[in-house]
């Protein structure tokens, strides 16, 4: 399974729920085991990246945050 | 760089297959703050592989009328009413606080300096994301809404009976 980032994706500023669609829509344009990286401002999101893997089966593989940045690292399952 | 906690459940999900769930949203209020709260909800679903339909019915309807149709309707009190209530999704109204236009301004000024997606984008967001939005035929009969009214995309027009087989299958239903 390749562990290098296939797609970027930043939702820096994006108030809820791009976040969400964003990464949804960047997840469409990768293939199964494939990865995605999120960034994200928007504070509820932590929570709401941990809703959205438990519903769809994508699994969170990384997550961080530093100076207001959340960023989230998505695997298409 | 500090760790942010991730839900045991949501690492779990990658093992074995998740059943997917069900939303019905009856998209009954055409007013703006109701309309943006639906396709909210609806997109976000839709994002979380919800399979999600939305039964837009009485005012809702009037939200999924082209932007660009000023009046609906075949008599003067269908006329009139699409006149008092411009329909489609960039003309909802505020249900308190309108003032003539001035409150949806402002809420759409709040929108952009919070880079909130105004309801307009949600609804294409559904759309992309395969959202089923089903228009009402007895309110479109009674608003004389024709289906060239209607924006592309839609599925067929149905009653409350298939509306009810949407809602009970569902595993959340929501009036809005």
Redesign the interface.
Known sequence: MANEIKVRGDAS??????P??R???AMKTVATGELVEVIATDPGS??D????????????VE????NGK?RFVL?H? | ???????P???A??EG??KT?KLCIIAYSGDLEKTWASL?IA??A?????ETSVFVTFWGLQSFVKDKKRITGENWMQKMLSFMQRPGISHRKTSKMNFMGMGPWMMFQLADK????KPKELLA?CQ??GVKIYPCQMTSDLFGIKREDLIDGLEETVGAATMLQLATEADSTMFI
Not at chain 1, 13 to 18: A, E, K, Q, T, V
Not at chain 1, 49 to 60: E, H
Not at chain 2, 114 to 117: F, L, M
Request: charged share 10%.
């Open positions: 500023g994006l108030s809820c729920p791009m969400i669609l990464a949804t829509q932590v929570k990246f941990a809703a959205w893997a438990t519903s769809t089966g994508n699994p969170i997550s961080d945050s530093a959340y695997r399952k | 760089m500090t760790a942010v906690a991730v839900a459940q949501a690492q999900a990658s297959a998740v769930k909210i997109s976000t839709a994002a979380m592989n919800i919070y880079k909130a997606s967001m992309e994301l």
